[in-house]
Nanobody, 119 residues
Framework: QVQLVESGGGLVQAGGSLRLSCAASGSRFGINAMGWYRQAPGKQRELVANILGGGSTNYADSVKGRFTLSRDYAKNMVYLQMSSLRPEDTAVYYC?????????????WGQGTQVTVSS
């Protein structure tokens, strides 16, 4: 049973920092991409950042220079360091992983963690 467990959300003032963590477990064949998406009220879920299996990293334009994604391949964990937070970063943040299976990659989501940035 594949599980993604997130931690680290909370309330922070604008300009502050938070660090999100996500631990993946239950993968038999390994994990390809891992990363974070977010969904603000009334908006669609959007990519924040992800790291592909080969190590290349993608960031949304809105977070470039402020957020840093890192991955511990040995522990199957991914971390999102968020700095210079803005009120518009307020959203539920979801960990995402493309888990390798015998039939190809399968997409999994964490339960979500709330990040609230006050002005």
């Amino acid at each position: 049973q594949v599980q993604l467990v997130e931690s680290g959300g909370g309330l922070v003032q604008a300009g502050g920092s938070l660090r999100l963590s996500c631990a993946a477990s239950g993968s038999r064949f390994g994990i390809n991409a891992m990363g974070w998406y977010r969904q603000a009220p009334g908006k669609q879920r959007e990519l924040v950042a992800n790291i592909l299996g080969g190590g290349s990293t993608n960031y949304a334009d809105s977070v470039k220079g402020r957020f840093t994604l890192s991955r511990d391949y040995a522990k199957n964990m991914v971390y999102l360091q968020m700095s210079s937070l803005r009120p518009e970063d307020t959203a539920v943040y979801y960990c995402n992983a493309a888990i390798r299976t015998a039939r190809g990659d399968a997409n999994y989501w964490g339960q979500g963690t709330q990040v609230t940035v006050s002005s």
